[in-house]
C-alpha cells in the first residue's frame, strides 16, 4: 500500500510552524475569570451565528490546538473496514455483535479494532461510540474478541507485564454494558484507546510514532495524545456512518475520565457527532483551568502527572491558568448546538463537578446564537435527578467509575436528543 496524500497531510499538518499572532504563554494577557466565548482575542464582539462560525469558532478551534491538545491531525483519505467475526445472536439473542478492523494508513500505521453491538431488527440505530481504557476484550466474554497487542496499563484485569491476556476477558463489562444499551434500543461501538496511542509518554509508538522525526526541534504543539484518542474515535465515526444498521445523524461520543475528556474534544473536532457525553472528566476535559474548586484537580498537577495528554504549549500555564487564552466552555461551546452532557459524582470532586457546571453555563451564549433561549439549567439540579436542557448536566452519589446506571442516564438525555 502505498501513503497517501492524506497520510502525508497529516504528518505536514502535524508540524505547522507556530503562527506569529499566538504567542508563547508570558507574552498572553492575564484573566483571571473565564474568557467570555463570544468575544474574539483582538475584542470584537460576536453577535451572530453567522460570525460565530466564520471566526470565533475557527479561532477557538485553533486557540485549543495550538495552546492545549496539539494540531488536529487530518482526515485520512480512506478508512477501509474488514469484519473480523459477526455473531447475529449475540446479547441474549437481541442483538448482533461484530468487530471491525480498520485500516486507515501505510500497513506499519496501527489499526483500530471497533467493538460494535447492534440491536436486532431495529436498524437503522442511534449509537454510542467511544473508546475504552483496556481492550475490547474487557468488556464481551466472547472468545473471538480481539486481544490488545499494543501496551496496556498493568491494573486493568489479566495484565502482564503491560500485555492483555485472556485472563481479562469479560471482566469489565459493566463500563461499557453492551446488552443494557442494545436493549435500551441503541447500538454501541468502542475501541481500546492505547491502539490508537498507548496511554504512556516519551515512547515512539502508536499514532505519534508515524510523525516524522525532527531532530532536536521539540514541536510545542505536537499532536498529544488525548488529541490523538479524538481523532480515533472520528476514524470510528468513518465507519459508523458507512454502516447501514447504523444511523449516520444519531451519534452520541461518550468517555470516562481522561477518555471523557478525550470524548469532549471528539464532539468538538466533529460535527457528524451529534450528542457529546464526557463523564467524570475534569480537568482538562469538561473542568475548568481556571478552577474554584480546592479538591479538583490543576492544571500544574496533571501537566506534571501527565505530560503526553496535552502538547509541551499546556504545561507553560500550570504557574498562571489565568494566561491560558480560553477556558473550556470555548470546548463545550464549539459544539453548539449539539447536545453536550455532562455527568458526575458527589464523591468525585477531583473531576469538578461543580466547576463542570460553570463551564457548562458560560458557554450558554454560543447555544443561545443558534435559538435555544434557555440551554442551560438555572442552577446545579439535584442529585440523581438529570437536567435534560440542551447543555445537560447530572451528578449521583458515589465515586468516580462509569456503571450501568450512568448508562441509563446517556440513554435518557439520548432518548430526548437523538430520537
Ligand atoms: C486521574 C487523572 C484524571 C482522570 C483520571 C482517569 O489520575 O488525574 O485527570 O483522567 O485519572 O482517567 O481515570
Redesign the pocket.
Known amino acids: 500500500m502505498r501513503l497517501s496524500l492524506a497520510a502525508l497531510g497529516t504528518l505536514a499538518m502535524t508540524v505547522a510552524a507556530t503562527p506569529a499572532d499566538l504567542p508563547p504563554a508570558d507574552k498572553l494577557p492575564s484573566a483571571a475569570e473565564f474568557p467570555d466565548v463570544l468575544t474574539m482575542r483582538d475584542g470584537t464582539k460576536v453577535a451572530t451565528k453567522k460570525d460565530w462560525e466564520e471566526k470565533r469558532r475557527p479561532e477557538l478551534k485553533e486557540l485549543f490546538q495550538h495552546y492545549m491538545y496539539g494540531r488536529f491531525p487530518a482526515r485520512p483519505e480512506k478508512v477501509t473496514a474488514k469484519i473480523l467475526f459477526e455473531d447475529p445472536k449475540a446479547l441474549g439473542g437481541k442483538g448482533t455483535l461484530r468487530e471491525v478492523e480498520l485500516t486507515f494508513g501505510p500497513p506499519e500505521w496501527p489499526k483500530i479494532y471497533l467493538l460494535v453491538a447492534t440491536p436486532n431488527g431495529k436498524a437503522p440505530a442511534a449509537c454510542f461510540v467511544g473508546p475504552n ?1 483496556g481492550g475490547n476484550h474487557l468488556l464481551a466474554a466472547d472468545e473471538r474478541v480481539r486481544i490488545p497487542t499494543a501496551w496496556v496499563p498493568d491494573r486493568y484485569p489479566g495484565v502482564v507485564k503491560n500485555r492483555a491476556t485472556a485472563e481479562g476477558r469479560g471482566k469489565q463489562s459493566d463500563t461499557w454494558p453492551l446488552r443494557q444499551v442494545v436493549d435500551a434500543g441503541y447500538a454501541v461501538a468502542t475501541f481500546y484507546c492505547g491502539d490508537v496511542q498507548p496511554d504512556r509518554p516519551n515512547v515512539q509508538e502508536g499514532m505519534r510514532a508515524t510523525l516524522p522525526a525532527v531532530k532536536g526541534l521539540p514541536i510545542p504543539d505536537e499532536t498529544a495524545t488525548i488529541m490523538w484518542w479524538a481523532w480515533g474515535c472520528h476514524r470510528a465515526v468513518d465507519f459508523l456512518v458507512t454502516d447501514t444498521r447504523i444511523d449516520p445523524k444519531r451519534l452520541a461520543v461518550a468517555g ?6 478525550t470524548a469532549l474534544l471528539a464532539g468538538a473536532f466533529d460535527d457528524r457527532i451529534a450528542v457529546v457525553i464526557p463523564h ?6 469538561a473542568g475548568p483551568s481556571r478552577s474554584k474548586n480546592p479538591k479538583a ?1 490543576t492544571v500544574k ?2 501537566t506534571t ?2 505530560p503526553h ?1 496535552f502538547c509541551a504549549n499546556f504545561s507553560a500555564f500550570g504557574d498562571d491558568v489565568t494566561k491560558i487564552p480560553f477556558d473550556q466552555h470555548g470546548l463545550v461551546a464549539i459544539c453548539a448546538p449539539r447536545p453536550v452532557l455532562m455527568t458526575n459524582a458527589e464523591e468525585d470532586q ?2 469538578n463537578p461543580p466547576g463542570q457546571f460553570d463551564v457548562l453555563t458560560a458557554a450558554a451564549p454560543a447555544y443561545k446564537l443558534y435559538g435555544d433561549a434557555h440551554p442551560v439549567a438555572d442552577k446545579v439540579p439535584a442529585e440523581g435527578k438529570l437536567s435534560d436542557a440542551r447543555l445537560g448536566y447530572f451528578i449521583r452519589a458515589g465515586k ?1 467509575a462509569m456503571t450501568p446506571d450512568d448508562w441509563k442516564v446517556y440513554v435518557q438525555f439520548a432518548d430526548k436528543w437523538l430520537k
Request: with cysteine; aromatic share 18%.
Open positions: 481504557f470516562h475520565s481522561r477518555l471523557g475528556k467524570q472528566s475534569g480537568c482538562g476535559g484537580e498537577r496533571i502527572s501527565f495528554w477531583w473531576a468516580h
